[in-house]
């Protein structure tokens, strides 16, 4: 009787984990990101709490307007910034202001031999080929952008 109910418990809190696993798997950036945070900002958290050391919540809060301040808002203008210049890089080369092709030929012509020959020899002197990865891999990029996510969401 007593293993029936040792298997049966573990049976049930496989079943519970994995529940709690599928609940939790839409957010699990989220939370990797917020475990990484609390352990990096931990120190800064007990330095705010001996400052104040019957307000645990004020120290918390202190905690999180740091964290805002230097790792968010920075990221934040960061990314803003990558996403626009792709997306005017994007733009220009759509409209043939840039060409991935004159530009890669007058590199060719440059490099040393040993240099061409490893070119070559992984066969990245098809341009064509070259434009169309590196446009689709512009257009997946651009489904990741913030401006997209907060104009969806």
């Not at 519970?16 to 931990?42: D, E, K, N, R, S």
């Not at 808002?73 to 994007?90: K, W």
Request: charged letters at 15%.
């Amino acid at each position: 009787m007593r293993r029936i109910e040792h298997q049966g418990f573990l049976l049930l809190l496989v079943a519970v984990t994995l529940a709690f696993a599928w609940v939790l798997q839409p957010f699990y950036g989220a939370v990797l990101w917020a475990i990484v945070m609390a352990v990096i900002f931990a120190p800064t958290y007990r330095r705010l709490l001996t400052l104040v050391p019957d307000r645990p919540s004020i120290a918390a809060a202190g905690t999180v307007l740091i964290i805002i301040a230097i790792v968010i808002l920075p990221l934040a203008v960061i990314t803003t910034s990558l996403v626009q210049e792709a997306s005017i890089v994007f733009a220009k080369y759509q409209s043939g202001e840039y060409s991935f092709a004159n530009y890669s030929q007058r590199m060719l012509e440059v490099l040393p031999a040993w240099a061409t020959g490893l070119i070559e020899r992984f066969n990245l002197t098809d341009f064509s080929a070259l434009r169309e990865r590196f446009a689709a891999g512009l257009m997946k990029g651009g489904k990741f952008s913030p401006r997209r996510r907060l104009a969806s969401g």
